[in-house]
């Protein structure tokens, strides 16, 4: 092979080369042509991530809230205890309670029966018959009705619930002409009355069960009166001159608040109408006992127990009020009167 040979081989060789190199390159191009996606193509990928992203987020939020269905009840049974004793289960209770506190009829055994029918409701430091005694009484009673009037909470774990009760009396004896026994009262004769009274029950939760930690006060509703609040922390004595002041006012102003005009009522006020008076429904005996402590605002804070009699029954109850005394022109009034809120009360 001659020297023109070998060089026209060799650009031959060239030449194949070249075109090899050119029909790779045309092959790549033609590939990268090919992975070119169409019109809308990385859309549609968002849109089928944003699904499933979707689809395992709802798995997620469904999946949490059925594993932990014991945190949510425990969540909600803590906010129902808060509210225990303003719930209508406490309001059933008072409601049994009142049922319970004006049924009776007359027999020797009263007390007895009276007894074992109050204890149920009743804490351990209230007195048996709740300050109502019907020993030697000549009237039965009987519920015809109780409706609930205001709730109001004291504490987290006491609640004062004011009722309505409908009360209907029926006169079963009568004393003899001499006076020292009882003589029935044939049923052709007995006469029923209703009487209406408005009884406080002070009403507490503790122990997973509702009681009364007191015995029930008795009020007057007036719908539209609205009362203040006064808040007391620490209770400090009085000196014995204020008691012996107040002490000698009390009188007065429980002859008032049961039996008087609410005009007259009035003067041993504050503010007019601040206290709306019992209308006749309960008749002042006696202030059996008193305590008196230094209040805010240059007031005194009194806890009066009181005797009040049914002027229907003749039977005597025994209640305690709180008042806040103060003294305008030389001259006692009343400034505050059953407002136990924020007041310490410790349940045993």
Same mark, same amino acid.
Request: no cysteine; hydrophobic share 40%; charged share 25%.
């Given at each position: 092979?001659?020297?023109?040979?070998?060089?026209? &081989?060799?650009? !031959?060789?060239?030449?194949? #080369?070249?075109?090899?190199?050119?029909?790779? &390159?045309?092959?790549?191009?033609?590939?990268?042509?090919?992975?070119?996606? +169409?019109?809308?193509?990385?859309?549609?990928?968002?849109?089928?991530? =944003?699904?499933?992203?979707?689809?395992?987020?709802?798995?997620?939020?469904?999946?949490?809230?059925?594993?932990?269905?014991?945190?949510?009840?425990?969540?909600?049974?803590?906010?129902?205890?808060?509210?225990?004793?303003?719930?209508?289960?406490?309001?059933?209770?008072?409601?049994?309670?009142?049922?319970?506190? *004006?049924?009776?009829?007359?027999?020797?055994?009263?007390?007895?029966?009276? !007894?074992?029918? =109050?204890?149920?409701?009743?804490?351990?430091?209230?007195? +048996?018959?709740?300050?109502?005694? @019907?020993?030697?009484?000549?009237?039965?009673?009987?519920? %015809?009705?109780?409706?609930?009037?205001?709730?109001?909470? @004291?504490?987290? !774990?006491?609640?004062?619930?004011?009722? %309505?009760?409908?009360?209907?009396?029926?006169?079963?004896?009568?004393?003899?002409?001499?006076?020292?026994?009882?003589?029935?009262?044939?049923?052709?004769?007995?006469?029923?009355?209703?009487?209406?009274? *408005?009884?406080?029950?002070?009403?507490? *939760?503790?122990?997973?069960?509702?009681?009364?930690?007191?015995?029930?006060?008795?009020?007057?509703?007036?719908?539209?009166?609205?009362?203040?609040?006064?808040?007391?922390?620490?209770?400090?004595?009085?000196?014995? !001159?204020?008691?012996?002041? @107040?002490?000698?006012?009390?009188?007065?102003?429980?002859?008032?608040? &049961?039996?008087?005009?609410?005009?007259?009522?009035?003067?041993?006020?504050?503010?007019?109408?601040?206290? &709306? #008076?019992?209308?006749?429904?309960?008749?002042?005996?006696?202030?059996?006992?008193?305590?008196?402590?230094?209040?805010?605002?240059?007031?005194? =804070?009194?806890?009066?127990?009181?005797?009040?009699?049914? +002027?229907?029954?003749?039977?005597?109850?025994?209640?305690?009020?709180?008042?806040?005394?103060?003294?305008?022109?030389?001259?006692?009034?009343?400034?505050?009167?059953?407002?136990?809120?924020?007041?310490?009360?410790? @349940?045993?």
């Amino acid at each position: 092979m001659n020297w023109f040979q070998k060089v026209a &081989t060799k650009l !031959e060789k060239v030449s194949a #080369g070249i075109k090899s190199d050119v029909a790779v &390159t045309k092959e790549k191009q033609q590939m990268k042509k090919a992975r070119v996606k +169409p019109r809308g193509y990385f859309m549609r990928k968002l849109g089928v991530a =944003l699904f499933w992203f979707a689809f395992f987020f709802m798995l997620f939020v469904i999946g949490n809230s059925l594993l932990a269905p014991d945190n949510v009840e425990s969540e909600e049974d803590t906010g129902s205890e808060a509210v225990k004793v303003t719930s209508i289960e406490a309001t059933e209770f008072a409601k049994r309670f009142a049922k319970a506190f *004006y049924t009776w009829e007359p027999s020797e055994h009263v007390n007895t029966e009276r !007894e074992e029918q =109050l204890a149920p409701f009743l804490g351990k430091n209230v007195e +048996p018959f709740a300050g109502l005694d @019907i020993t030697g009484a000549m009237w039965k009673s009987a519920v %015809r009705a109780v409706e609930v009037k205001e709730i109001k909470a @004291i504490s987290d !774990e006491t609640a004062h619930i004011t009722l %309505r009760v409908s009360q209907l009396v029926t006169e079963t004896h009568k004393q003899d002409d001499t006076a020292t026994a009882m003589v029935e009262i044939s049923k052709e004769e007995q006469e029923t009355e209703e009487v209406i009274k *408005y009884v406080v029950v002070p009403v507490a *939760y503790a122990g997973d069960q509702f009681f009364v930690y007191a015995n029930p006060m008795f009020t007057y509703v007036n719908e539209g009166v609205t009362k203040g609040s006064v808040a007391y922390q620490d209770l400090k004595e009085a000196p014995i !001159e204020m008691v012996q002041e @107040i002490t000698a006012f009390l009188p007065t102003f429980f002859k008032a608040y &049961t039996v008087d005009s609410q005009e007259q009522l009035n003067y041993l006020l504050k503010e007019d109408r601040l206290v &709306t #008076g019992l209308n006749n429904s309960m008749v002042f005996e006696e202030v059996v006992s008193t305590k008196v402590y230094v209040g805010t605002n240059g007031s005194w =804070l009194t806890f009066a127990t009181v005797k009040l009699t049914d +002027p229907t029954t003749k039977l005597q109850t025994k209640t305690t009020y709180q008042l806040e005394i103060v003294k305008e022109a030389s001259q006692l009034v009343v400034s505050g009167f059953n407002n136990y809120g924020n007041m310490n009360v410790l @349940i045993d």
